[in-house]
T-cell receptor, first 116, second 112 residues
C-alpha cells in the first residue's frame, strides 16, 4: 500500500520551455502532498506544501510564479516549472501523506529535469 | 525554523558489523522522526520511524533511539549487509505546518 506515482521520470528540454510533473497517490487519498528538490549528493529541500483545494504554501526563496503547484484532487498534485532555465535542472521529488502530521511521507520516484 | 544535523556524512563498515548514524534537532516541539534510505537515483524509502512518546523502536536489524531531553536520535543497523549500502537521511517533523526537515545525509558503504 501507499504507492505514489510520479511522471515523467526524465525530462530533457530547451531553455524557456515549461515542464509539468505529475504526482499521484494510487491507493490512498492524500490530504497533503509535498514537493522537494534535490541536487546531486545533497539532501531533500522542501519547495512547497500542497493541500487539496487550496493554494500551496511555498518555502522561503521559492518563486511561486516560477514553480506553479496545483492540487485539484486528493490523488493528484502537479508542479509546473515555467520558463525553465539550466539552473532549474535538478531532481524533483513529490511525496504524499494520508493525514497531516505524525505520519510517514510516501515518495514518488522523482523526476530528473535537465534544461539545455 | 527547525534545524537537523546529521553525522557522520560518510560511514564505511565491514559486512556483519554495526553502523550508527546520529542526528540532532533544534525544535523541542518536534514529535515525529522518520529515517529514509535512498539508493542512487531512486526514491527515499521509509525504513523506520519513531514518535516522541517512545524512546526506542526496533524492526529486525534496524533500531532507532530517541532522547527528547538531549534532542537527538540515532539509527542503528546491526549485522550489516552490502545491500544496506545507500544514503540514509534522518528527518524531524515540527511546526504548525507539519513539515519534514531532513538531515544532510550519510553515505553508508558496507564492505564485503
Amino acid at each position: 500500500g501507499a504507492v505514489v506515482s510520479q511522471h515523467p521520470s526524465w525530462v530533457i528540454c530547451k531553455s524557456g520551455t515549461s515542464v509539468k510533473i505529475e504526482c499521484r497517490s494510487l491507493d490512498f487519498q492524500a490530504t497533503t502532498m509535498f514537493w522537494y528538490r534535490q541536487f546531486p549528493k545533497q539532501s531533500l529541500m522542501l519547495m512547497a506544501t500542497s493541500n487539496e483545494g487550496s493554494k500551496a504554501t511555498y518555502e522561503q526563496g521559492v518563486e511561486k510564479d516560477k514553480f506553479l503547484i496545483n492540487h485539484a484532487s486528493l490523488t493528484l498534485s502537479t508542479l509546473t516549472v515555467t520558463s525553465a532555465h539550466p539552473e532549474d535542472s535538478s531532481f524533483y521529488i513529490c511525496s504524499a501523506q494520508l493525514t497531516r502530521g505524525g505520519q510517514p511521507q510516501h515518495f514518488g520516484d522523482g523526476t530528473r529535469l535537465s534544461i539545455l | 525554523g527547525e534545524n537537523v544535523e546529521q553525522h557522520p556524512s560518510t560511514l564505511s563498515v565491514q559486512e556483519g558489523d554495526s553502523a550508527v548514524i546520529k542526528c540532532t534537532y533544534s525544535d523541542s516541539a518536534s514529535n515525529y522522526f522518520p529515517w529514509y534510505k535512498q539508493e542512487l537515483g531512486k526514491r527515499p524509502q521509509l525504513i523506520i520511524d519513531i514518535r516522541s512518546n517512545v524512546g526506542e523502536k526496533k524492526d529486525q536489524r534496524i533500531a532507532v533511539t530517541l532522547n527528547k531531553t538531549a534532542k537527538h536520535f540515532s539509527l542503528h543497523i546491526t549485522e550489516t549487509q552490502p545491500e544496506d549500502s545507500a544514503v540514509y537521511f534522518c528527518a524531524s517533523e515540527a511546526g504548525s505546518a507539519r513539515q519534514l526537515t531532513f538531515g544532510s545525509g550519510t553515505q553508508l558503504t558496507v564492505l564485503p
